[in-house]
């Protein structure tokens, strides 16, 4: 099951820890919802979201200070001896001594950041839903061109990487090569990026392996990406029909989500960087709203229905 360490999240959400005598090694992040506790403070733990990172905003730091001493005491060793991962105080909201010292000794670790609450919890969850999202590994090759990600896919050594070579030679950007790491972040989102060992790196037969941001610069390469279209690379097949209106989408599924999958077949001659550009380009303009395989089809049943009604016309 994906994690994430809590020190992890700490020096991402750039937090000031209040408890640095305490050891966060083993302490790890495993939901990627976030709790505000509010019925929790009056003593209802029933259904208490237990393993999310728990935020004390200006709402509930008010209600804190409102506790009587024994209140505070009651609540808060039982919220600390929950599997609760840490705690966070926003807006520069200092807990009292009185919780420090429980949280000193039972262990548990405190933050403050000076963000205000929601937007810091928005962050939050939009950042841990991409860590702690359900990840895949597939053979291929991620670019952004125009924005689109495309995802090249295909035999070994059909080309997708010296494709991808011509895309960022043409000014697109390099996401992944070889192997493309896959998290669904939601029903509709799927986004790719790299291992952590080959980030920014290309495989050429023949070459050997080439440093794309050194060689090409930063605005060669990007972190992650979503991945909105897949072109598949195949040997060409005379004896096979290829689709040559693209009426009808095809798709791939990855992780229950459906992408576009467009079957390009590959023979000398064949220009297959652009080729994936205009592919990316026709794509984004069928997301503006334009859709020219239609339009022809369009234009077809239009001009079969003039050439008709000119012939009724003459008949008569």
């Known amino acids: 099951m994906a994690y994430v360490k809590i020190a992890e999240v700490a ?103 000076s963000q205000a609450t929601s937007p810091f919890m928005a962050e939050m969850l939009r950042w841990l839903n991409v860590k702690l999202a359900p990840c895949i590994s597939v053979h291929g090759v991620l670019v952004d061109v125009y924005g689109i990600g495309l995802l090249l896919t295909g035999d070994s050594g059909i080309g997708k990487s010296e494709a991808a070579l011509e895309l960022i030679k043409r000014g697109h950007r390099l996401v992944s090569d070889d192997v493309v790491e896959i998290r669904r972040v939601s029903e509709v989102t799927l986004i790719g990026s790299a291992p952590e060992i080959t980030k920014h790196f290309i495989e050429l037969r023949g070459i050997g ?47 229950g989500n459906k992408v576009i999958c467009h079957r390009v077949p590959v023979r000398p001659g064949r220009n297959v960087a652009i080729i994936c550009e205009s592919a990316a380009a026709n794509h984004r303009q069928k997301l503006m709203g334009y859709n020219a395989a239609q339009e022809l089809y369009q234009r077809f049943q239009k001009n079969l229905m003039r050439s008709r009604e000119e012939r009724e016309d003459e008949e008569d």
Not at 47 to 73: C, N, P, T
């Open 209 to 255: 392996i080439i440093d794309v941001k050194t060689l090409y610069g930063v605005c060669s390469v990007r972190e992650s990406q979503s991945i909105d279209l897949e072109i598949h690379l195949e040997e060409w097949d005379k004896n096979r029909e290829y689709d040559r209106l693209g009426l009808e989408d095809s798709f791939s599924e990855y992780l």
């Open 11 to 113: 020096e991402k959400m750039n937090l000031l820890n209040l408890t640095p005598e305490i050891d966060v090694s083993r302490r790890k992040v495993r939901q990627s919802e976030v709790n505000r506790p509010a019925l929790e403070l009056t003593g209802y733990f029933d259904h208490f979201a237990a393993g999310r990172i728990q935020l004390i905003g200006l709402v509930e730091h008010s209600y804190i200070d409102q506790m009587s001493e024994e209140d505070k005491r009651k609540i808060f060793t039982k919220l600390f001896s929950l599997d609760v991962p840490m705690v966070i105080f926003t807006r520069d909201l200092q807990p009292d001594a009185l919780i420090l010292e429980l949280a000193h000794s039972m262990g548990m670790p405190m933050y403050l950041t």
